[in-house]
């Protein structure tokens, strides 16, 4: 199935430069597959590559598009964003109340906000969590919130960075398996290559370029080839 | 801590706005100070634990909400005795019990986001320039955030022990403070990409 044009996310010659420091050199991608991964060695730059998919970094040349808008809030909107730790992310004490949040921020009605955090609830199988305080939940269940914290915002796309850095193997499989399930474009940056098996097209990242990009197996074994020297 | 003391429930006390709920605390108290001794006070405990009754709140929420103040009601008892005697150490004592167990009362029954939805609420009027959003999500972080940093504090000092450092205040501080500052940048991001910036 092709994707909605006004849905694709596109960088035109976008880089980033911080403190005179290149992050990410000029670069033009279009990402319309429904699972992407970005992969690359600590300080590549493939966090930073990430964050300009929501708006969250700025770019200092080119743009970032979804379809043919350009406004950051735009972005916000069609692109949740899951970060690796999600003590950083979850902002209200109890679980309801962080479910909430975006939706408040969005202007929802309350009717409307208590159907989507029903909703999103049952379809993770969280409804036990619902009353909890987020403090108190375990490193798994606080990354399934902070997830359906973005999923309730009914993005069309969901990027996720390095979800599973800090989840046991239990949970990393259990994350796994609703990531697999989702209806959203994924685009996910990891370190973990069996995750990325699956996925449409995967990207690598190294010293702020794209050095390699296509099926998982080809990026992934360079990428295997390059740490293996 | 208002975000570890609130008991989920339908009682009328649960559902009642935030703001009826602060403005009889604030009746509570000012009774309870300018009413005649002991008959008000008699009135006033007899009010808050009507309130717990009513709440479905048992016996044991109210101990746990005064045991945290347990010394400082048994050094104004011991300071009150020894100035005043016996009967107006008990009195000063119980009063203050029985307003620590009226505001327990309230953060046991509101969750934080109906005080931010109030608080909100309040500041509806107040012109376009005051950041109506962003005060109410100031609140709602610290009350998110200040059982982190405590869980921070004590990781950072259990490391420290395990190191041999004893307790020293400022080897503590340092690293709470640069990482909790490395945080708050993670968090503002994490606020901004849930669409904070259209809330104001």
Same mark, same amino acid.
């Given at each position: 199935m092709s994707p909605d044009p006004?849905? $694709?996310?596109?960088?035109?010659?976008?880089?980033?430069?911080?403190? @005179?420091?290149?992050?990410?050199?000029? !670069?033009?991608?279009?990402l319309a597959e429904r699972r992407i991964g970005i992969i690359g060695r600590n300080g590549s730059g493939k966090s930073t590559l990430a964050r300009l998919f929501n708006g969250i970094e700025t770019p200092s040349t080119g743009t970032v598009r979804l379809g043919d808008r350009s406004e950051r809030r735009a972005l916000r909107r069609a692109v949740g964003f899951v970060f690796q730790n999600p003590d950083n992310q979850i902002v209200y004490p109890i $679980? *309801? *109340?962080?479910?909430?949040?975006? !939706?408040?921020?969005?202007? %929802?009605?309350?009717?409307?906000?208590?159907?989507?955090?029903?909703? $999103?609830?049952?379809?993770?199988?969280?409804?036990? !969590?619902?009353?909890? %305080?987020?403090?108190?939940?375990?490193? @798994?269940?606080?990354?399934?919130?902070?997830?359906?914290?973005v999923l309730v915002m009914r993005p069309a796309t969901v990027v996720l960075d390095e979800p599973a850095t800090l989840l046991d193997l239990w949970n990393r499989n259990r994350l796994m398996q609703l990531i697999t399930g989702l209806e959203e474009q994924v685009i996910m940056v990891s370190h973990d290559l069996e995750m990325l098996a699956g996925f449409d097209r995967v990207l690598l990242v190294e010293a702020g370029r794209i050095a390699a990009d296509g099926p998982p197996a080809a990026v992934i074994a360079r990428y295997r080839a390059g740490a293996a020297c | 801590m208002l975000t570890e003391a609130y008991i989920p429930g339908t009682s009328p006390l649960h559902r009642a706005r935030p703001l009826w709920k602060v403005l009889g605390l604030i009746v509570i108290c000012t009774a309870l100070f300018a009413g005649p001794g002991w008959p008000t006070l008699g009135l006033g405990g007899a009010a808050v634990l009507a309130g717990f009754a009513l709440a479905r709140l048992?016996? #044991?929420? +109210?101990? #746990? +909400?005064? #045991?945290? =103040?347990?010394?400082?009601?048994?050094? =104004?008892? &011991?300071?009150?005795?020894?100035?005043?005697?016996?009967?107006?150490?008990?009195?000063?004592?119980?009063?203050?019990?029985? =307003?620590?167990?009226? &505001? &327990?009362?309230?953060?046991?029954?509101?969750?934080?986001?109906?005080f931010v939805d109030g608080l909100m609420a309040l500041l509806a009027p107040a012109p376009a320039w005051v950041p109506k959003a962003r005060i109410a999500l100031a609140i709602s972080l610290a009350l998110r955030f200040l059982p982190m940093v405590r869980d921070l504090l004590e990781e950072i000092r259990q490391a420290q022990a395990a190191r041999g450092l004893e307790r020293n205040l400022i080897a503590l501080a340092v690293p709470l403070l640069l990482r909790a500052l490395k945080s708050a940048d993670d968090i503002s991001a994490a606020i901004y990409a849930r669409s904070f910036d259209a809330a104001d």
């Open positions: 006004s849905t $694709v996310l596109t960088l035109q010659g976008v880089s980033v430069v911080k403190d @005179g420091r290149t992050i990410l050199h000029p !670069l033009d991608l279009t $679980v *309801e *109340e962080d479910l909430a949040f975006g !939706l408040k921020n969005l202007k %929802l009605p309350a009717d409307e906000i208590r159907t989507r955090i029903d909703a $999103v609830l049952d379809r993770f199988g969280l409804a036990d !969590l619902r009353a909890r %305080l987020t403090h108190q939940l375990s490193g @798994g269940e606080k990354q399934m919130i902070a997830l359906a914290g | 048992s016996p #044991r929420h +109210a101990v #746990r +909400a005064l #045991r945290p =103040l347990i010394w400082i009601l048994a050094l =104004l008892f &011991a300071v009150q005795l020894w100035l005043s005697g016996w009967a107006l150490a008990g009195f000063v004592v119980l009063r203050f019990a029985v =307003l620590i167990l009226a &505001a &327990a009362l309230i953060t046991l029954t509101t969750r934080s986001s109906e």
